[in-house]
């Protein structure tokens, strides 16, 4: 069985920080991109960030120069750097990976349980 586990979210004012971390266990031979996604209420679930195996990134346009994304293939594991965070970045957020069970089966997509990020004073 392969999981995905996020962890890091909270309660933080505007203009504070937090870090997401998402770790991948169980059988896995091999770890592809990895990704985190954010669903506010109301709101359709959205793209934040992204990393491939070669650890370039890609960020939504209202992230961009605030959030990190990174990841320790050693660990398993990517984060989420959240800086200067803002009311509307307030959302459940999702880890997301492409990952190979074992050498010869089929690439799959997983998805992480969430994380309740609120940005409030």
């Known amino acids: 069985q392969v999981q995905l586990v996020g962890s890091g979210g909270g309660l933080v004012q505007p203009g504070g920080s937090l870090r997401l971390s998402c770790a991948a266990s169980?059988?896995?031979?091999?770890?592809?991109?990895m990704a985190w996604y954010r669903q506010a209420p109301g709101k359709q679930r959205e793209l934040v960030a992204n990393i491939g195996s070669d650890g370039s990134t890609n960020y939504a346009d209202s992230v961009k120069g605030r959030f990190t994304i990174s990841r320790d293939n050693a660990k398993s594991t990517m984060y989420l750097q959240m800086n200067s965070l803002k009311p509307e970045d307030t959302a459940v957020y999702y880890c997301?990976?492409?990952?190979?069970?074992?050498?010869?089966?089929?690439?799959?997509?997983?998805w992480g349980q969430g994380t309740q990020v609120t940005v409030s004073s």
């Open positions: 997301n990976a492409d990952m190979r069970r074992f050498y010869n089966s089929p690439v799959r997509n997983y």
């Open positions: 169980g059988t896995i031979f091999s770890i592809y991109s």
